[in-house]
């Protein structure tokens, strides 16, 4: 059976001058990163995906160098950017695009468009890592698209009064592809950040 985990990147900090995809982890981004290593040690991991954000690099990279694991960096993952620079979680243009997925900002894409990328993607993983376990680590945003492609009842509604899930495991058995969430505040993956990462 094929097992892939999403791991939502650990929250950034704003560093003037850089663009948001090059913002580093925040301290306590870092410390999340840390703390991560043991519970993803024990999915028994073989394959690191992360998109191109900095922050999705630097969640992955305490658990990718303890284990001996290579980070696989994928420009198809990357986040759904609206806006340049956006750090709130669900600003006003993130709910109108969730509200109109086919409605997209000036040279921006629209929800439709980076939804296709992203199933696309990590459909493409799922069959090329058959029968392993692998974790993709990507902004909020991206994995919230995955999940209303796999699932339309995950929709903003869900977003603003459940969050994304701070890790997600897909299971996929012949043709069916179900998700859960692996949450545990008393856990570190709690630590992760709670804004839009």
Request: aromatic share 8%; charged share 25%.
């Amino acid at each position: 059976m094929t097992k892939f985990y999403l791991l939502r990147k650990a929250a950034s900090v704003p560093e003037a001058g850089l663009p948001e995809e090059l913002w580093p982890l925040s301290l306590a981004g870092q410390e999340a990163a840390r703390k991560l290593v043991s519970p993803l040690g024990s999915l028994g991991i073989r394959h690191i995906y992360a998109s191109t954000e900095r922050g999705a690099i630097e969640t992955v990279q305490p658990f990718a160098q303890v284990y001996g694991l290579k980070i696989l960096v994928l420009n198809e993952l990357q986040e759904h950017k609206i806006e340049p620079n956006e750090t709130r979680d669900l600003s006003p243009m993130r709910c109108k695009v969730w509200e109109d997925f086919d409605f997209a900002p000036d040279k921006f894409e629209s929800s439709r468009v980076a939804q296709r990328r992203i199933v696309r993607t990590i459909q493409s993983l799922m069959l090329h890592h058959q029968d392993e376990v692998i974790v993709i680590c990507l902004a909020s945003d991206a994995i919230a698209l995955f999940l209303n492609a796999i699932d339309p009842g995950f929709t903003l509604k869900t977003w603003q009064m459940a969050g994304i899930p701070e890790i997600v495991r897909l299971s996929r058995e012949e043709y069916r592809l179900a998700w859960d969430r692996l949450e545990n505040k008393a856990s570190p993956l709690s630590l992760v950040g709670k804004n839009r990462s």
